[in-house]
């Protein structure tokens, strides 16, 4: 089993940033994609930004330039860093991991989700 920590959401005015943070752990071999998705209130779940091992970061056409996805393997971490952030990016982030167990079963695990919400 897998589990999916997130922190670093919360109430920020238009403009503003935040960094969401996801730390992945349990009986994990390897982690092939991090990332990031959101839903806001009534939308189907969207793709943030997702870092595939060995390729470059993949970011949503409304986060380019804005967002910056980034990883850290030793530490099975994933971090969001959100900059001039708007009302439209108001949603629930959910971290995203798929790799592989120890005993090398595949898995495709989502935390719990944190709100973004941005308003003045």
């Known amino acids: 089993q897998v589990h999916l920590a997130e922190s670093g959401g919360g109430l920020v005015q238009p403009g503003g940033s935040l960094e969401l943070s996801c730390t992945a752990s349990g009986s994990i071999f390897s982690i092939n994609t991090m990332g990031w998705y959101r839903q806001a209130l009534g939308k189907e779940r969207e793709l943030v930004a997702r870092v595939i091992a060995g390729a470059s970061p993949e970011y949503a056409d409304s986060v380019k330039g804005r967002f910056t996805i980034s990883r850290r393997d030793v530490q099975n971490n994933v971090y969001l860093q959100m900059s001039n952030l708007k009302p439209e990016d108001t949603a629930v982030y959910f971290c995203?991991?798929?790799?592989?167990?120890?005993?090398?079963?595949?898995?495709?695990?989502w935390g719990q989700g944190t709100q973004v919400t941005v308003s003045s």
């Open positions: 995203n991991v798929i790799g592989h167990f120890t005993n090398l079963r595949s898995f495709n695990s």
